[in-house]
């Protein structure tokens, strides 16, 4: 019995010695006094998953946007309601039609030393569009042909056509790399920025120091910071911790291991956490919406009474109330979400749920129901799996529809299943959100036009096609609201798109920490640049 | 038959082993569905980018000549880049293993510790209550559902009691003894609940194996010899009884390295069960395609190990 | 010497041929990831079983001569029962699964189907919602009722087409020596895959249902039963009476069936058992990490939702009661299997 304990205690004991020698960290050597105003404090943030890559124009991830997003800054910020805000570009717009410009502030360095420039702004955008990362960057520059640093601070933009929202879309998403980093990389679409070749630089509040995959992401202060009061992020450190399991997140975030938790709570979450003590939970408006499409390619949806039946089967009160713990809004079934106050269409109405006009559509289509109620029609519904909400509600999308007599079948698979599912068009319904659709003229071109990345209804409507491309060089803002809400009123009369809500989000953080900006979207939050450099302790 | 043919003989059968593992992983990448360009980038990218995608991850040669380059890539020692992180596959694997290797590793040793005289002491007691006790005691171990356990360890000792800290291998910002220490704390909880789970087998095994063995012509033989009964126990039969635990400690051991997915999951422990999760999320084919040579590779080296503390520990070897 | 035991030790693909699998019996446990699925350890339980009978049913064999062995394990039934009787944890397994699979049978009569949402969400056990509701105001008791249903029927499906294949790859290698050399390196190679994360990636890629999770729980049983049935086979296979049954009859199917199922039954009966028990824990792993049946009520898809929900730690009876369920089925049959064992096993049985 010893022999075997200990050559097994011995074995394992050599291995794990071995494999932790390798992994202990060294203790850095000591920091020089700290800022006045700035605390030697560590934010602790909690995540759900690892960051995939550190290239910001590759990463696809919540992850991975949070913690580049903390080093690589973005031309523009957002308001809760969609408008664009100053950030790296303090001035922006168009020369001509066909030319728009940024211009940037002049007091940002790199934290390796070198100023950044508007060189490094127009170097990003040309990279990007050279090498096609697979990002949502390269997604914008449909319509860009090139850039060039005209000054140190003023960059001006080339468009193979007229294109009248490509400057803020590019400014919000697109982030601004170092060129003299990047620039060593053949190809930007396959450089891992993983700090292999002497650490990261970043021109943000926070600079990645440390990584042990799995575990933790340590980020140390930049001293210069000019993006917010007093120019020095408040804590010393930010700490991104992997919690795969969002109950032990929250288990963590009561005991204290961790200040923030990054990711959104569950709406069912949000109460228990509110009379928590010790927690405190903050709320981001929603930017984005859920929705649903019907496949136009078949022939039953390709019939509006059809798709309007499918769209009067659905409790959209009950979904809001119950999946969402009334933490949605209605959009009125119309891609112009209220929170677009300047878009937003008050006489498009929700479509209503009522399955006796739903039955009533379905005979004027030319079904007929059979003896226990139901038409002879069956819709195969395709959801993902990773989305726990969209699969909570389309459980009651099924049962609702059942009652207006009509069979939908649910097919939820994995994320990647879905995907290929969605770009094949291999589904009769789809059930999906967008995190943020904040530039109607984009999203629109985008869903409803013949070729857009997103028309997942297939819809070509030369009416629709003609509002979208006219708003889409349109300058003139109130011009350009009135045909979107033209073009709403369309998508929403044909149900080309059933949109159902936005969901307002909820962050939850230790009531210790104060001080956080709360931006609209998961992706921003109370995690974004500006909030976490002004998170302190009480 | 000679040593070195046996050697051979079983270096051959472990090429085979992870030839197969190999084959069977790189074959399931690529004849079910699922399309990497399409895991790996935003919702809105183009017909021709993802051409562009394919290409460079060299999904579009046809089967035979993608398993042909990626068995010579294998052969020279090349694991491929991740197509998700741009870095090379044996870096990812290296960031989880260590952790892996010290949660399994500290667990076997103290199901071991913890199982054997558990055993013992149920065959010894054949029939009794204290037989039942350590009876139920591991077989519920094995019933139960890890992130139940998990989450209930958790709350109990990380969140009321606040004994051991909630998640991750170690603590951010701990250097030198105090970062042993924090390694140590993380590691109780994750350990526990896989020492419960693992702990049946041993139990059992023990257990049944003893008994058949007390019944063995040498210990009757024993007890001739007037040997008092605990010295014939724990010596003699214990001994032998010790075989077939070796073998469940090999093959638990390299099964454990990739099957603790749930345990590293709701403990948030940093280890490679993990890690395949992750990329097989993301089709990271490359990523899928080492990690499953890795766990090939560790049930061979460990099969080995196995027979050889095989050898040395058979009595009746070193009889004749 | 040495290493010829040292082969046989971790591939039992060896062509000893004689009492056989004493120790692979033993091993049978390690094969799965000790995670989801230390079940099977059942077997383990007896890991010299396999050997222990064989030679008990070769001493039988002896002393009946080439009697059919119909009579002779109609006796020993007889015998095992008696025995089984006199275990209190076996009956009280028995009494278990007795219950588990009325429940399974009789869920319409024990509770509505649960249905899309309700009233009050996440409130804790009540006079109305026995179980305590989860984040969408089903009643929890409900699921687990109807959750009971898929779960036994993925442990009995996927045992059966476990059993069914490893059976005949077993007993037609064990016959058929030519195939036994290639039939034994497969099961090995099978053996050697890591099972967890194979089924993970399957599970994913095929798309998550019932049937996938039964074929793949199954797909990766199977040569565990090849490996615990082909040493008894093998036993069989060697002893007189088959000789005697080849010279009077041409057709293999005949003595396959006749002779050579019926000695594996006891073996076959007890990897029944285990392997549907490993299978449910598979399950409820594979839907814990979001690749179960979406649709269909199970303890895992309970145990998913709470998870993703966030509420396993606040909602206490969200986790508690399908965690139970779990634990009563396989702990069930674990002990059913051992005290199985211990009942045919005559030197356990002689206290």
């Known amino acids: 019995m010893k022999k075997t304990t200990r050559i097994a205690a011995v074995a394992a004991l050599a291995a794990s010695a071995l494999a932790l020698s390798a992994c202990a960290p060294s203790a850095p050597p000591e920091a020089g006094g700290g800022e006045a105003t700035a605390s030697s404090e560590t934010l602790t943030i909690a995540t759900t998953t690892d960051v995939v890559n550190y290239n910001p124009l590759i990463g696809n991830s919540r992850s991975d946007y949070w913690i580049t997003n903390l080093m690589y800054p973005h031309l523009l910020s957002i308001a809760d309601d969609g408008s664009k805000e100053a950030q790296v570009a303090t001035k922006w717009g168009y020369v001509d039609e066909t030319t728009g410009y940024y211009e940037i502030r002049d007091d940002l360095s790199w934290s390796d030393g070198e100023k950044l420039t508007a060189e490094d702004v127009a170097w990003t955008m040309n990279a990007v569009k050279q090498d096609q990362p697979s990002g949502t960057f390269y997604g914008q520059l449909a319509n860009f042909e090139s850039a060039e640093a005209v000054s140190d601070t003023r960059v001006e933009i080339q468009l193979t056509q007229p294109d009248s929202s490509i400057v803020e879309e590019i400014g919000f998403w697109g982030n601004v790399v170092p060129q003299h980093v990047f620039e060593k990389a053949d190809s930007v679409a396959n450089f891992p920025n993983d700090g292999s070749d002497g650490g990261w630089v970043s021109a943000g509040p926070y600079v990645l120091t440390d990584v042990q995959v799995g575990q933790s992401y340590s980020m140390d202060r930049v001293d210069d910071y000019p993006l917010i009061e007093g120019g020095t992020p408040s804590s010393a450190k930010v700490v991104y911790r992997v919690f795969p399991d969002i109950n032990t997140e929250i288990l963590a975030l009561q005991s204290g291991e961790v200040d923030v938790i990054a990711n959104a709570l569950p709406p069912a979450q949000v109460k228990t956490l509110q009379n928590t003590p010790g927690i405190e939970v903050e709320e981001s408006v929603g930017l984005g919406y859920a929705h649903m499409t019907y496949n136009m390619t078949k022939p039953d949806l390709a019939k509006v009474e059809v798709r309007q039946a499918l769209a009067h089967a659905v409790d959209y009160d009950a979904i809001r109330k119950v999946v969402l713990q009334d933490q949605a809004v209605s959009t009125g079934s119309s891609p112009l979400m209220p929170v677009l106050a300047d878009y937003y269409d008050k006489s498009i109405k929700e479509y209503k749920f009522d399955t006796d006009l739903s039955r009533e559509l379905m005979e004027k289509a030319g079904y007929t129901a059979d003896g226990s109620g139901m038409f002879p029609v069956s819709f195969r519904l395709i959801y993902s799996l990773q989305d726990s909400v969209t699969s909570q509600w389309a459980t009651l999308v099924k049962d609702s529809a059942a009652k207006a007599g009509i069979t939908i079948e649910l097919q939820g698979t994995e994320r990647n299943t879905y995907l290929a599912q969605t770009n094949a068009g291999d589904f009769d319904i789809y059930a999906g959100n967008f995190a943020i659709m904040d530039d109607p003229v984009t999203n629109m071109t985008l869903a409803y036009l013949p070729d857009g990345a997103i028309n997942y209804s297939y819809v070509d409507d030369p009416e629709l096609n003609e509002l979208i491309t006219t708003a889409s060089a349109t300058t003139d803002k109130d011009e350009k609201i009135k045909l979107m809400q033209e073009a709403a009123a369309i998508v929403n009369e044909n149900v080309y798109d059933n949109i159902m809500y936005t969901q307002n989000l909820y962050f939850a953080h230790s009531d210790k920490w104060t001080g956080f900006v709360s931006k609209p979207s998961e992706l921003l939050s109370i995690v974004n640049p500006i909030s976490v450099a002004s998170a302190h302790l009480k | 038959m000679s040593l070195w043919s046996f050697v051979l003989r079983r270096f051959g059968r472990g090429i085979l082993t992870i030839w197969f593992a190999v084959t069977v992983t790189f074959l399931l990448l690529r004849l079910l569905p699922g399309d990497p360009a399409l895991a790996v980038a935003s919702p809105n990218m183009t017909d021709e980018a993802r051409e562009a995608l394919l290409t460079q991850y060299g999904l579009n040669q046809p089967l035979i000549v993608q398993y042909g380059l990626y068995l010579w890539q294998l052969v020279q020692g090349n694991l491929g880049v991740s197509f998700t992180q741009s870095i090379p596959v044996l870096d990812v694997l290296m960031q989880r293993l260590p952790w892996t290797l010290l949660l399994t590793g500290t667990a076997l040793v103290f199901t071991v510790l913890v199982g054997v005289p558990l055993g013992v002491l149920a065959a010894a007691r054949r029939g009794t209550g204290w037989d039942r006790l350590v009876q139920i005691v591991g077989v519920t171990g094995q019933s139960l559902f890890v992130p139940s356990v998990g989450v209930l360890l958790l709350f109990t000792f990380g969140l009321t009691l606040g004994w051991f800290p909630i998640g991750g291998a170690y603590t951010n910002g701990t250097y030198g003894g105090e970062w042993y220490l924090s390694v140590i704390q993380h590691l109780v909880l994750p350990a526990t609940s896989l020492v419960l789970i693992q702990l049946g087998s041993y139990v059992l095994t023990m257990r049944s194996t003893l008994i058949d063995a007390l019944g063995e012509d040498y210990t009757t033989l024993a007890h001739a010899n007037g040997m008092p009964p605990r010295r014939v126990l724990w010596k003699h039969a214990l001994r032998n009884a010790l075989l077939p635990t070796t073998t469940l400690i090999g093959l638990q051991l390299g099964f454990l390295v990739g099957g603790a997915v749930l345990t590293e999951t709701v403990f948030a422990y940093p280890g490679i069960g993990r890690g395949i999760f992750e990329a097989v999320t993301q089709l990271d084919f490359p990523v899928l395609q080492g990690a499953f040579l890795m766990l090939a590779l560790t049930v061979v080296v460990i099969n080995m190990l196995t027979d050889l503390v095989y050898g040395l520990l058979d009595p009746r070897v070193k009889t004749s | ?351």
């Open chain 3, 1 to 351: 010497m040495s290493a010829m035991k040292g082969e046989r030790m971790s591939s039992p693909t060896d062509s000893s041929t004689d009492t056989g699998a004493g120790p692979d019996a033993g091993t049978t446990a390690g094969v799965d990831p000790a995670e989801t699925a230390a079940a099977t350890d059942a077997a383990t339980g007896q890991p010299a079983d396999a050997s222990e009978n064989a030679e008990r049913d070769r001493a039988a064999v002896a002393s009946t001569g080439a009697e059919p062995v119909a009579t002779e394990s109609l006796r020993a039934s007889a015998a095992t029962w008696r025995a089984f009787r006199k275990e209190p944890l076996g009956l009280l397994a028995l009494a278990v699964m007795a219950v588990l699979v009325f429940v399974a049978v009789a869920a319409p009569l024990l509770a509505p189907y649960p249905g899309s949402y309700g009233d009050t969400v996440l409130e804790g056990p009540t006079g109305a919602h026995w179980f305590g509701t989860d984040s969408l105001g089903r009643d929890v008791f409900g699921e687990v009722i109807w959750g009971t249903q898929q779960s036994l029927l993925v442990a009995v499906l996927a045992s059966l087409i476990a059993i069914a294949v490893g059976t005949l790859v077993a007993v037609v290698g064990a016959y058929f020596r030519k195939l036994d050399g290639p039939i034994s390196v497969l099961v090995d190679l099978m053996l050697s895959l890591p099972v967890l994360p194979l089924m993970i990636l399957i599970a994913a890629l095929v798309g998550p249902s019932t049937t996938t999770i039964i074929l793949v729980v199954a797909a990766f049983s199977w040569p565990e039963v090849t490996r615990i049935v082909r040493s008894q086979a093998l036993t069989v296979v060697g002893l007189p009476y088959v000789d005697a049954a080849r010279l009077m009859t041409t057709s293999p199917a005949w003595i396959i069936t006749k002779h050579i199922i019926p000695a594996v039954t006891p073996v076959i009966v007890v990897s029944v058992v285990v392997t549907a028990s490993r299978a449910v824990l598979s399950a409820a792993g594979l839907a814990f990490l979001g690749l179960g049946d979406p649709n269909t009520w199970s303890w895992g898809r309970i145990l998913y939702e709470a998870q993703q929900s966030g509420a396993m730690s606040s909602a206490w009876w969200l986790t508690l009661f399908p965690s139970l369920a779990i634990l009563a089925l396989v702990l069930s049959a674990t002990l059913l299997s051992i005290a199985y064992n211990d009942a045919r096993n005559p030197k356990s049985r002689r206290r």
